[in-house]
């Protein structure tokens, strides 16, 4: 009984342990490095890298010697020559050296292989090191883009939550004034059309909550399989606010520019496809020239009473002569494939100045956004004040203090819209400069309680 009632502290205490590590708050930090740890898309990435490396070390071993052995057992229906036969000298009565038969042969060569010149063996590891560097490229837009999705799906529920405060602090406002109709109406001293009317407006705002509230568990969600909870969707509570660290400047448009032009991962994937593809083509090339070879073996003959071996050395040169046209396409082909990389390289570098543009808009934008509707949100809360006093004293018209309710409603939600958008902003500029990593980010953004 000792023994049980122990095993059910201890239950208890690993349960209870276990329930407030799951109501521990995730900054935005946390999640972009849970996502990391094991997103799919990041997975397969660095999978994708590592066969890029297999095949970059596949090909530097075309620089060393290639050493085989070859072994075998053959049975014949009538008796076989074991060895060859190297020469023929008369003896007494026949042969001086007669050959030995048997009719089960053993063999085996060990044999030593290198080809001397290969006009296309450095571009194949140009290429294949072009590959893998590509592939690392990939790996980094791969995590930057899933970074930079976290982050906006994380600062979306930071907007939501804070829309569904502000539909909160005007259902307890309008919630106020129906109780204040409703006395007043009582009492004879309000007209009934007043109470429609705030009945109207409560009723209106709830429906507003109810769109925001689904909108809010929709991407509470989707953040939490982005962090690897896929059982359980994120409270909202967990969430931590962000804001932009002190003395963060953009920099100028050209500077961003040219940080994209040599940092973005998809610049840089793209040039280096541009590369493997130009390489593949001189591997192409490579066939019109010969190649030489040098090879070395030591051969053994046996059968059943008897086993011997002897040495080979040999030099080699390989020509197509004729391929029936296989060998000029095989270079038209790469030739072509080796522009078009060109091109889409030309037109990633074009993209990310025009994603730097739009982003470094957006920032502007945003950051502008958000001064005005800070202001705007200071003045109509007073507007609202006013409002209700002018209500309170029996001096204010009703219609005039729910449109202040609904407007300082909708500009607190903006408000917030703007702040996180213009974090929002901030992330992609920096996914486009190649600047974004999990460190950027906790040195960038500072969270709140």
């Known amino acids: 009984m000792t023994q049980f009632r122990n095993l059910v502290v201890v239950t208890g205490a690993l349960l209870g342990a276990r329930t407030m590590a799951a ?21 397969a990435a660095h999978d994708e890298l590592a066969a890029a490396s297999a095949g970059l070390r596949e090909a530097k071993a075309s620089w060393w010697p290639r050493l085989e052995l070859n072994a075998k057992t053959t049975l014949f229906e009538e008796p076989m020559v074991v060895a060859p036969i190297h020469s023929l000298a008369a003896g007494p009565g026949g042969l001086a050296n007669p050959p030995l038969f048997d009719r089960t042969l053993y063999g085996g060569t060990v044999a030593l292989g290198y080809r001397l010149i290969d006009w296309g063996r450095a571009p194949r590891i140009k ?17 930057m883009r899933l970074m930079a999705r976290v982050v ?39 007209p009934e059309v007043e109470q429609f009317r705030a009945d109207a407006a409560l009723k209106s705002a709830e429906a507003d909550r109810v769109t925001t509230a689904a909108d809010l568990s929709a991407t509470l969600r989707d953040l939490s399989r982005l962090v690897g909870l896929t059982g359980d969707v994120l409270p909202a509570s967990r969430l931590r606010d962000v804001v932009l660290a002190a003395g963060f400047e953009a920099g100028g448009r050209d500077s961003l520019v040219a940080r994209a032009a040599h940092r973005n991962p998809d610049v840089l994937a793209a040039r280096e496809a541009a590369a493997s593809a130009e390489a593949t083509r001189r591997v ?38 004729f391929t029936g046209g296989a060998r000029g396409n095989r270079v038209g082909q790469a030739a072509a494939a080796s522009d078009a990389a060109a091109a889409r390289a030309r037109e990633a570098e074009l ?57 300082l409603m909708r500009a607190r939600a903006a408000l917030a819209q703007a702040r996180y958008a213009h974090i929002a902003a901030v992330v992609d500029l920096a996914a486009i400069t190649g600047d974004l990593t999990p460190e950027w980010l906790a040195g960038m953004v500072e969270t709140t309680p």
């Open 23 to 43: 109501q521990e708050p995730i900054t935005v930090t946390d999640a972009v490095r849970r996502s990391l740890a094991e997103y799919p898309s990041i997975v």
């Open 127 to 143: 290429a294949a090191q072009a590959g893998r560097a590509g592939a690392a490229a990939q790996a980094t837009g791969s995590e």
């Open 152 to 190: 906006r799906t994380y600062l979306r529920s930071l907007t939501l939550r804070s829309t569904l405060a502000a539909h909160d602090r005007q259902l307890t406002a309008l919630a106020s004034e129906h109780d204040r109709v409703e006395r007043q109406l009582a009492q004879g001293t309000a």
């Open 284 to 321: 192409a090339k490579a066939e019109w020239l010969p190649n030489l070879n040098v090879s070395a073996g030591l051969t053994g003959y046996g059968g059943a009473d008897s086993f011997t071996t002897e040495w080979q050395v040999g030099v080699g040169v390989s020509y197509p002569l």
């Open 351 to 407: 993209g990310a100045a025009d994603a730097a543009d739009r982003a470094l808009a957006a920032l502007e934008a945003s950051a502008g956004r958000t001064e005005a509707l800070a202001a705007a949100v200071k003045h109509l809360a007073e507007v609202v004040r006013v409002e209700r006093l002018s209500l309170d004293v029996g001096s204010g018209v009703q219609t005039d203090y729910l449109r202040a309710e609904a407007d």
